[in-house]
Nanobody
Framework: QVQLVESGGGLVQPGESLRLSCAAPGSIFRNSVMGWYRQAPGKERDLVATITSVGSTNYVDSVKGRFSISRDNAENTVYLQMNSLKLEDTAVYYC?????????WGKGTLVTVSS
């Protein structure tokens, strides 16, 4: 079982920033598409952003211009920089690894945006 470990969640006010991190096993990290998903209370888990092994990124429209996904292949870590956070960004954020179609998930980290 692949273990993904997220960190960086917390409570912030609207307009503030957070950076999430996800550490993954090095043996397969470099060849995996990494992603961040989120699940708000009472809603389904939705895609936030993905990054391929060569650094191509994709974002859901609601976070474009505010969030940035990146990866450090030397550290086997993927990041999600979240700026200008909004109330509707409140959710549990999950790290995802897609290794040639095999999906792995972290346990999630809670981000709460509240005034």
């Amino acid at each position: 079982q692949v273990q993904l470990v997220e960190s960086g969640g917390g409570l912030v006010q609207p307009g503030e920033s957070l950076r999430l991190s996800c550490a993954a096993p090095g043996s397969i990290f470099r060849n995996s598409v990494m992603g961040w998903y989120r699940q708000a209370p009472g809603k389904e888990r939705d895609l936030v952003a993905t990054i391929t092994s060569v650094g191509s990124t994709n974002y859901v429209d609601s976070v474009k211009g505010r969030f940035s996904i990146s990866r450090d292949n030397a550290e086997n870590t993927v990041y999600l920089q979240m700026n200008s956070l909004k109330l509707e960004d409140t959710a549990v954020y999950y790290c995802n690894m897609n290794f040639y179609g095999r999906l792995h998930w972290g346990k999630g980290t809670l981000v709460t945006v509240s005034s």
